[in-house]
Each structure stands twice: as structure tokens, then as C-alpha cells.
């Protein structure tokens, strides 16, 4: 019943993890890309989106990692 346990609790942060990531891809480094590209300069509104973005990849990382200690032997 362990193992059981064990994949479903690894299942749950790797999904978490890669939720993170895509936030901080889609979120928080394409926009920036965008812009740098961009003639135009950063829209104002940019900067504190990105910030969020990262901010919730790092908090949902950490989700990931702290359920993962739910793990039993």
C-alpha cells in the first residue's frame, strides 16, 4: 500500500513542478523576451506581472518539495 501511496504523492509534485515551470516560462520570461525584442520598449504593466509569475513558479517549486516529504518508508 506504500508504493501506492509513494506514486500518487510523486505524481501530485511533479505535476505541481511542472506547473511552476510553465508559469515561469510563460509568465515570466516570454514576456520579457517579448520585449526586449520589442522597438517600443516595456509596458509598464510588465514588470510587476513577471515578478508575480516568478513568484508563484518559486512558491508552487516549493509546494512540490514539501509534499514530497509525505513520502513513507
Known amino acids: ?3 501506492i501511496h509513494n506514486e500518487r ?3 501530485l509534485a511533479t505535476f505541481l513542478n511542472g506547473l511552476g515551470i510553465a ?3 510563460v509568465g515570466g520570461l516570454a514576456p520579457v523576451f517579448s520585449s526586449l525584442n520589442s522597438a517600443t520598449g ?3 504593466f ?3 506581472v513577471s515578478i508575480i ?3 508563484t513558479a518559486g512558491a508552487l517549486h516549493y509546494v512540490a518539495s514539501t509534499i514530497l516529504k509525505r513520502l513513507k518508508p
Open 1 to 3: 500500500m506504500n508504493q
Open 9 to 11: 504523492i510523486k505524481l
Open 23 to 25: 508559469v515561469f516560462g
Open 42 to 44: 516595456t509596458p509598464l
Open 46 to 48: 510588465l514588470i510587476p
Open 53 to 55: 509569475c516568478f513568484l
